[in-house]
């Protein structure tokens, strides 16, 4: 209500989105400081003991042989694999994986921010981020994706590859970076299977259940898994802040919260299947179906205090309900043509529907709280929206691999895809009783999407410790949207290099360069989907430039520090939720706009140690010279800051067969377009006990250890935006309001041996639809 708040996009909230705020700037900075203190003391706690212990040598540990002779280290993969083109990430091996959610994993990961409330990734501060399946380009807007990656259930999958340096065999798009997660399938011979249940608390009771199937053959496999998740949320946000107010042309001094409660049930279902009819070829296909029911409930609640006197006070209930359906399918094959050389072919299919409506009841109170009818008509006692959405998408590609002599291996490949989005949309209000559209919401959008990629890539050997490899990369890009007559068409070269040496000690560097695209969703494009207020609109903004990005990157890896300093410049980043005006400055507008620039030099520094056999500790550090400049705001405006971001995670084998993790991370103040965000960051601890003679193990996570998952932003912080809007908010996780608390329960049956795959190593990179 007003352009006093900023944008909170939560999701709980459904499509009704609203701004937020904070109530006191030095309440925020006080809790800024706690919650920085408790992060420092335990990595330096971390640290003082891992010193103390290595100090200690030989005799530390012959005085504790009694106690590590009851530590039972067991085989585990490495959590972070460090390889030239980012990081891998072995999330089985954390046991904060258990009884959570893809997108509460995708959290807790190094360098990934999540921002639940503008539905946006980045990836070491960098946005524009791009999230694949199994390597496959998903079709979705990012807040629907946002919605799947939440119920998707963590313990289907393997890993996530966090690509930073992705050369010519991947799709373009994603200036930010490439998230790429993968599904767990069957690697062995024999019958196995998984079970888990998950039982916790936090604002409500939450529940996990999943259930997986695997058998193995001498030339084929197949596995199955069906999973379930229940989950009670609550989050919200609060603040106030000052404007130039467009109906009584005045300033205005406002408050304003939201609190929403969110009830989710969510299925899935996973299916893949893979057959060798000969010792040149393999055939595989895969199925995931998810189904999901969401009950929202969000309270709303402002107040306007004008300079004339006049005082108003809101109150609103804003119940939906949201159902979601997906399915996806997937074929390829693997045929060796000869010893050198390899065709893979590769399509897929998916099929995504949303219904969501929701009906809002608003009361208006005077200054001693009694019940008032505002004079203005914009202001009603209810709406009520909807809206229906359906992608569908199908994607094919083919990827041919040869080796010329020793020295040269040859990559080439195609990749097309067409997917249709359609997209209906209203808001009704309710006047003298009666339900009518407002035309500022309607929105019925049918759009086209086409694209098609060739590329070609060479490595070439120069010695034994050194190689050299050069991409290059077509993409064409065309989208129709049927309110526009024109369509939006790309066509660019992609180039990469990459130079990687290796060292006698073990060490490895690489040196690089490649060029990425961010287009826009088919959402930031089009205009009038809601409204916010009788003075605001939300909107998509045709105009919108997509983003072109060159990368030059040099990287250094040891077996326990990896070091990496790139340099990156960003034409027309974009940001989503700026505020602007129309052209005859009555109306406020939220909608995604363009930077003219970014320019960042980064430093990523990882290390890696281990004081003990049962204990690891890996520390990260990213920090981050930005220069960016804004045009959409009143005045033209240049920034230059700092971005720091630091990480820390460490694994403990305890006594008793018990297992411990904690983890955490802080991101500094750093800026975002007009605004400013307040350092924020996260503690999360887990405990497990693995029980004897193979009868399962528990697993108790404790997330935000100290709740302190909130974020502050100081919206037209950094230079005056319209309406000279000046609003402080605070968001608030479900972890920053209440305790969440979570027990697994964990088991597998049967027993298997591992064979060798056609589909690992090498064949998880070709696999991937281009």
């Not at 034994?464 to 309110?483: H, K, M």
Request: positive net charge.
């Amino acid at each position: 209500m007003g352009l006093t708040g900023f944008i909170a996009n939560d999701q709980s909230a459904g499509t009704c989105r609203q701004f937020t705020q904070r109530i006191v700037v030095n309440q925020g900075f006080i809790w800024e400081i706690s919650t920085m203190k408790y992060f420092l003391m335990i990595i330096l706690f971390f640290l003082a003991t891992s010193a103390s212990s290595q100090l200690s040598g030989k005799v530390e540990r012959s005085k504790g042989d009694s106690l590590l002779g009851e530590v039972v280290v067991t085989a585990k993969k490495e959590l972070t694999k460090h390889t030239p083109g980012g990081k891998v990430f072995n999330i089985q091996s954390s046991l904060l994986t258990k009884g959570s959610n893809a997108l509460q994993v995708l959290e807790r990961l190094p360098g990934v921010i999540t921002d639940r409330r503008n539905n946006q990734f980045s990836l070491n501060g960098q946005s524009g981020v791009t999230v694949l399946f199994n390597g496959r380009r998903v079709g979705l807007s990012m807040e629907e994706l946002m919605n799947l990656l939440e119920s998707t259930v963590a313990d289907n999958i393997d890993k996530i590859e966090l690509i930073t340096s992705a050369d010519a065999k991947y799709d373009a798009d994603g200036s930010g970076g490439i998230i790429n997660i993968i599904f767990k399938k069957s690697e062995q011979e024999g019958t196995r299977v998984n079970a888990s249940a998950t039982l916790g608390y936090g604002y409500r009771g939450k529940a996990v259940g999943s259930i997986s199937l695997s058998h193995g053959f001498k030339n084929a496999s197949v596995f199955g898994s069906y999973s379930w998740i229940y989950d009670g949320v609550r989050s919200g946000f609060m603040g106030d802040g000052t404007n130039e107010d467009l109906l009584y042309k005045g300033s205005t001094f406002a408050t304003f919260s939201g609190i929403s409660r969110r009830f989710q049930n969510t299925h899935n279902l996973n299916l893949t299947g893979e057959i060798r009819p000969g010792i040149k070829t393999t055939l595989g296909g895969d199925m995931a179906f998810s189904t999901n029911k969401t009950h929202n409930l969000t309270n709303n609640a402002g107040s306007w205090q004008y300079d004339n006197g006049n005082y108003l006070r809101y109150m609103a209930l804003s119940e939906g309900n949201n159902r979601r359906h997906n399915i996806s399918t997937s074929v390829y094959s693997k045929h060796k043509l000869s010893a050198n050389s390899q065709l893979n072919l590769d399509a897929s299919f998916i099929h995504y529907n949303s219904n969501n409506p929701a009906i809002i009841n608003a009361r208006y109170y005077d200054e001693t709280g009694d019940p008032v009818i505002p004079a203005d008509s914009n202001f009603t006692s209810g709406n009520r929206g909807e809206s229906f959405s359906t992608i569908e998408a199908l994607t094919f590609s083919m990827d041919y691999t040869s080796k010329f002599g020793k020295k040269v291996q040859a990559e080439f490949g195609s990749r097309g895809s067409i997917s249709e989005n359609s997209n209906n949309s209203r808001v009704e209000r309710l006047v003298n009783d009666q339900w009518t559209i407002d035309l500022r919401s309607q929105s019925v959008v049918n759009s086209r999407e086409k694209i098609a990629a060739l590329y070609t890539q060479f490595k070439f050997l120069l010695n034994t410790n050194a190689s050299f490899q050069l991409g290059l990369r077509y993409e064409y890009w065309r989208r129709d949207i049927g309110l526009y007559k024109e369509p939006f068409i790309i066509g660019k070269l992609f180039p990469s290099l990459l130079y990687t040496r290796s060292f006698t000690n073990g060490s490895a560097l690489s040196v690089g360069y490649n060029r990425r695209i961010s287009r826009p969703a088919y959402t930031d494009l089009v205009s009038s989907l809601f409204y916010n207020d009788p003075t605001f609109v939300f909107s998509g903004n045709p105009l919108l430039k997509p983003t072109i990005s060159d990368i030059f990157k040099a990287e250094y890896n040891q077996k326990q520090l990896n070091i990496s300093l790139s340099f990156q410049a960003d034409q027309h980043p974009v940001l989503r939720y700026q505020i602007t005006s129309n052209e005859t400055k009555e109306i406020g507008i939220s909608s995604p706009q363009n930077l003219d620039y970014q320019k960042n030099i980064n430093l990523a520094i990882n290390y890696s140690l281990q004081p003990a056999m049962w204990w690891k500790i890996t520390l990260g550090s990213t920090t981050s010279l930005r220069n960016y400049k804004v045009s959409y705001s009143l005045q033209p405006a240049v920034k230059t800051f700092i971005f720091q971001n630091l990480t820390f995670n460490q694994q403990l084998q305890l006594p008793w067969q018990l297992e411990a993790e904690l983890n955490g991370w802080y991101n500094f103040r750093f800026y975002e377009g007009t605004n400013i965000i307040s350092g924020f960051g996260v503690i999360n601890f887990a405990l497990a006990k693995k029980l004897k003679n193979d009868k399962g193990s528990f697993q108790l996570s404790l997330p935000d250890l100290f709740g302190s998952f909130r974020v502050r932003t100081h919206i037209g912080g950094m230079t005056p935006i319209a309406f000279n809007i000046d609003t402080h908010s605070t968001w608030r996780n479900e972890s920053a309001f209440y305790r969440v608390i979570k027990l697994t329960y964990t088991r597998s049956f049967g027993k298997s041996s591992i064979r060798s795959s056609t589909r690992n190593s090498r064949s998880e990179e070709v696999e991937r639809i281009q």
